[in-house]
């Protein structure tokens, strides 16, 4: 038996039992996988671990490609076999392809005036090529549209993927660590010019309207303010911290700002407006923090580097390999179970399952008062708001 065979076995002899939410149907032969949304370090090792549990468990795999947009081509389902996966788990992005631009439950017409629910479509595609069931890996959207696949009588499975971590009833999604790393690793190169020509220096991470990525990166970076988007700014703050190192003798100063951060009585700017079936494009925080400070006169050279993409590429680390895999091979056990309708949660060190079936997907923030951020404050580090009694 192969290494790969081996490690399969002890990771489906290690799932707990079904949990009580859980219902059994007939097993699944023949399934369908995707990843929607966008790409997330670790995708390739949920595909390699799915495709390797399900050749374990007699399963014959298809994959979408591109996402949601290979339901609704011809050709965009074939067959997704072991040749597909070998060598990926040190890759970004995903062999299957993502695609942000389609959710078939918002198809726009050619004149983009109004919109069309084509999941009915895609049903009836899945059943007349025999699908027994859709594993979708995705972040909120991608769980809602799972529901709704659901409500039109197709078996899902949901697999948490976002770099984000904003996807609620799990402690992490695949591809956090990653881009929390590669945040971390900016950081660290920013430190070291900042500090030679006394400068202030702005780094803005991803994260959407929730602040996991610039928090984390923040303290394992060594920054000295962190704004979040659920802590609105006073920019006054932040000045009497740039000033209070400047008395210290500290001359340069580190702020990580995340994308959907905003100050007092201040909107989350965009730079794509919504539309339906899609959240609008968030950006331009750090271009504004830097002008308001500007005007400040504070005596320093500002400069903003916009860290974009290069959190989401690259090669995943190990423990997004490692989390990536083992939800690969749990969503293959599930079906081989006839276990539907539920998404895979990190909980405590294990994985377990919630219901799809639930009236919507929890917004996972960070609180206030949340530990991470206590221990943010006892480290010196300003979040731009006074700490709550």
């Known amino acids: 038996m192969s290494f790969e065979s081996c490690l399969v076995r002890q990771l489906l002899g290690r799932c707990k039992m079904q949990s009580q939410h859980e ?3 007939r097993r699944a032969r023949k399934v369908c996988i995707l990843s929607g949304g966008g790409d997330a370090p670790g995708v390739n090792a949920v595909l390699r671990g799915f495709v390797h549990a399900a050749r374990e468990l007699s399963i014959e ?9 290979g339901l609704l081509s011809p050709s965009g389902i074939s067959p997704f076999t072991l040749e ?20 078939p439950f918002f198809m726009m017409n050619e ?6 629910d084509a999941g009915p479509v895609v049903v009836d595609r899945l059943r007349s090529l025999e699908m027994d069931a859709l594993v979708l890996i995705g972040g909120d959207g991608t769980m809602v549209a799972a529901q709704r696949f659901v409500k039109l009588g197709m078996p899902c499975i949901g697999i ?29 190169a920013l430190h070291s010019t900042a500090e030679s020509h006394a400068r202030v220096l702005l780094l803005e991470v991803m994260g959407r309207n929730a602040g996991w ?18 802590l609105p700014y006073d920019l006054a703050r932040v000045a009497a911290k740039i000033r209070q190192r400047e008395a210290l003798g500290r001359r340069f100063s580190i702020i990580v700002v995340a994308e959907g951060a905003h100050p007092m009585g201040g909107d989350v700017l965009e730079i794509e407006a919504a539309r339906p079936g899609h959240l609008p494009r968030l950006g331009g ?18 400069r903003l580097t916009v860290l974009g993409l290069l959190q989401r590429g690259g090669s995943p680390t190990a423990a997004d390999r490692i989390l990536g895999s083992r939800m690969g091979a749990r969503a293959a056990e599930l079906c ?13 060190g294990s994985l377990t399952t919630i219901p799809l079936t639930r009236e919507k997907f929890l917004h996972k923030e960070v609180a206030p008062t949340n530990e991470t951020v206590a221990a943010a404050r006892l480290l010196g580090i300003e979040l731009g708001v006074e700490a709550l009694p």
């Open 160 to 188: 948490p993927k976002t770099i984000d971590n904003d996807l609620g009833e799990t402690d992490v999604t695949c591809g956090f660590d990653t881009a929390v790393e590669a945040a971390t690793h900016a950081l660290d």
């Open 23 to 25: 219902t059994s149907m």
């Open 285 to 302: 925080a750090g271009s504004r923090l830097m002008h308001d400070l500007e005007e400040l006169h504070l005596g320093h050279e500002l």
């Open 84 to 103: 597909n996966v070998r060598g990926v788990l040190p890759k970004g992005g995903s062999v299957l392809g993502c695609s942000t631009s389609v959710n």
């Open 61 to 69: 795999v298809y994959g979408s490609r591109y996402g949601f947009e």
């Open 111 to 116: 004149s983009k005036t109004e919109t069309r």
């Open 336 to 348: 081989h179970r006839g276990v539907f309708d539920v998404m895979l949660s990190w909980r405590g």
């Open 213 to 230: 990525i610039a928090l984390y990166a923040g303290i394992a970076g060594g920054a000295d303010v962190v704004l979040i988007p659920e």
